[in-house]
């Protein structure tokens, strides 16, 4: 989905989304709002609005209701219901004071997507000034790092996630995880050389990594069954070279010995990796 306005060029400079929230939340409540992301990351954007329904039937609180709602209203920007997406994100907005930088920003989006040039940019005006307000760089970072995500999730803009990236890499230059998200971004575009160029670095950085690990090991599988045309374990255990079992193997014993635990993945070692 790419914006159809010269908008764009703006939104390149001035757009950054505050990721850093403290959420109050019991356990249920996260691991259903966690589990409404995944689906709505994957774009299965119906199944997300039932997901999310399901979080916010059992999860009241005001953090929970924002959630929710800036959910909601990505959701609906996926499934081109723009004035949907425009009552969530107002939503979202209420509930927070008019602080939500995403709820902010999944406005702009659909007011842009409307040809709502003057809201669309009064929009992420909004989100630009909240964000200048902000002077903890670590949440600066973060808020980078957010946008850079949302540009690939919901924009499809490699380059424009890369801008922003490389902006949160510069203010949090030990921060691990941005570099798991770039690695992980360009394993979703396969470019696999890139991937691993910074999965290597974050590696030297954190060498125990549970998250890195698992990222690390899925992209190595992923490059396996591209490049060989199959996700079968008793095919590419005839088509890969010894070299890359064991680097395949390496990668999945680090992450099995880091604590994931993966039936599949352990089927799948049993027949590639003994």
Not at 127 to 148: C, D, F, G, H, W
Not at 167 to 180: G, S, Y
């Amino acid at each position: 989905m790419n914006l159809k306005i010269p908008l764009i060029a703006f939104m390149l400079t001035v757009i950054h989304i505050n990721h850093a929230q403290t959420f109050t939340m019991g356990k249920k409540c996260r691991a259903s709002l966690e589990n409404a992301k995944t689906v709505l990351k994957s774009k299965n954007y119906t199944q997300a609005l039932d997901q999310f329904a399901l979080f916010s039937a059992k999860c009241r609180t005001k953090d929970a209701k924002e959630a929710n709602a800036i959910g909601n209203a990505e959701a609906y920007n996926g499934l081109e219901r723009y004035e949907e997406a425009i009552v969530e994100a107002d939503y979202a907005l209420k509930i927070s004071k008019n602080k939500s930088l995403n709820g902010y920003f999944q406005k702009a989006v659909a007011q842009n997507k409307m040809g709502d040039i003057v809201g669309s940019k009064k929009s992420l005006n909004s989100v630009m000034e909240l964000t200048e307000n902000n002077k903890n760089i670590t949440q600066r970072a973060s808020n980078y790092a957010l946008m850079a995500a949302l540009y690939e999730r919901q924009l499809n803009e490699t380059d424009s996630a890369q801008i922003y990236l490389d902006k949160a890499k510069a203010l949090d230059p030990n921060n691990v995880n941005i570099l798991i998200q770039e690695g992980s971004m360009y394993s979703t575009k396969k470019d696999f050389v890139r991937a691993f160029e910074s999965y290597d670095k974050a590696q030297n950085m954190d060498p125990e990594n549970i998250e890195l690990s698992i990222s690390r090991s899925n992209t190595r599988l992923r490059m396996m069954e591209e490049k060989y045309g199959t996700k079968k374990a008793q095919e590419l255990r005839m088509k890969m070279s010894p070299d890359e079992k064991k680097t395949l193997c390496d990668d999945l014993n680090k992450a099995k010995s880091l604590g994931y635990k993966n039936m599949n993945r352990e089927l799948f070692m049993a027949l590639i990796c003994n």
